[in-house]
């Protein structure tokens, strides 16, 4: 009953946070009016307003909170641990690093040129840690390898931040970058981001049963039949992909990809067939009302600022439930 309950909520929470999304910001608009605009009809002013938009923001911001939900699932499965992110193996911070990088050597002018360094630099991370592992890339390893990793992935880009510090205008638009956000987003951003996070997301669905059996660990999934090494491997690139595509096209947002998984978790049981899809919803409506709020809220907070005041403390209790 209580798995139903959950199920029916989020199935009503993402089209509300969708709708919230398209109507709430600066110009409020009715529902009826939003109808109309997304069929071209009605008010003009409307019409370029949702369609031109917020509808290409709204739809960049559920594929990145979708994405950035199963990458958490995925992590939190392979690690067997509850405060595992999709940031984990470095790939957020190579991403940050490869966008940060284009931007400050004055080559970010391109549409396409930060999402596709920020991919290359997550990518590029992924493969540091799997060849600092070693061993056949070993979960510890690949573990104690990101979190080695991510931290000299931060310092450099500080230090991108820092040596350019006095380009004002270049400085703050790697800060926006770095504190995520929504903004601005178009019908090109659609084109780069959504068709891959909804190829990667298809693609990870039916692993849902082998991560239920590798989270039992590595030589219980083995002997119930499961190729653990090439599995391993699967699961890597896709959550890397999804993490590397969702920081292409927003920026780094954090938190979605650690709060979502562990609450739906609670509620769903650790059946991955189940919270796979869940988590994806979750994700999306909760990046959607972030985004929502960093609208309606003073002082034009970025999502990833939002995201972390809601992450944040939910962390701090996990840490202490978990201690």
Do not use: Y
Not at 5 to 25: E, K
Not at 292 to 312: C, D, Y
């Amino acid at each position: 009953m209580k798995r139903r309950l959950v199920t029916w909520l989020l199935v009503s929470l993402l089209p509300a946070a969708f709708l919230a999304s398209l109507a709430l910001g600066e110009v409020r608009l009715p529902l009826t009016d939003v109808a109309q605009a997304l069929r071209g009809r009605g008010d003009p002013i409307a019409v370029t307003i949702v369609r031109d938009f917020r509808l290409p923001r709204s739809l960049v911001g559920a594929a990145v909170g979708a994405a950035l939900a199963a990458s958490g699932v995925v992590m939190q499965a392979f690690f067997r641990n509850a405060l595992a992110s999709p940031g984990l193996l470095g790939v957020s911070s190579g991403a940050a690093l490869g966008a940060v990088s284009v931007l400050a050597f004055g080559i970010g002018h391109a549409l396409w040129t930060v999402p596709l360094a920020a991919i290359a630099g997550a990518f590029a991370a992924t493969a540091a840690v799997v060849v600092l592992a070693r061993r056949g890339a070993a979960t510890e390893r690949l573990l104690l390898s990101g979190i080695a990793l991510n931290a000299l992935l931060d310092a450099g880009t500080a230090f991108m931040l820092s040596a350019n510090a006095g380009r004002l205008e270049l400085s703050g638009q790697i800060l926006f970058w770095l504190m995520g956000g929504l903004e601005s987003r178009t019908a090109e951003h659609v084109i780069i981001g959504i068709p891959s996070i909804v190829v990667a997301c298809v693609l990870l669905l039916p692993l849902g049963r082998d991560l239920n059996l590798i989270s039992l660990g590595e030589q219980s999934a083995q002997s119930l039949g499961v190729d653990v090494r090439r599995v391993r491997w699967r699961l890597v690139v896709l959550s890397t992909l999804l993490t590397a595509l969702a920081t292409s096209v927003a920026g780094v947002v954090g938190f979605v990809g650690l709060v979502v998984p562990h609450l739906l978790r609670l509620s769903l049981g650790p059946d991955h067939r189940r919270l796979l899809p869940a988590s994806m919803m979750g994700g999306a409506a909760l990046t959607l009302a972030c985004d929502v709020a960093t609208r309606l809220l003073p002082g034009g907070l970025r999502l990833g600022v939002i995201t972390a005041l809601v992450g944040g403390p939910f962390f701090l209790w996990m840490l202490r439930t978990l201690a």
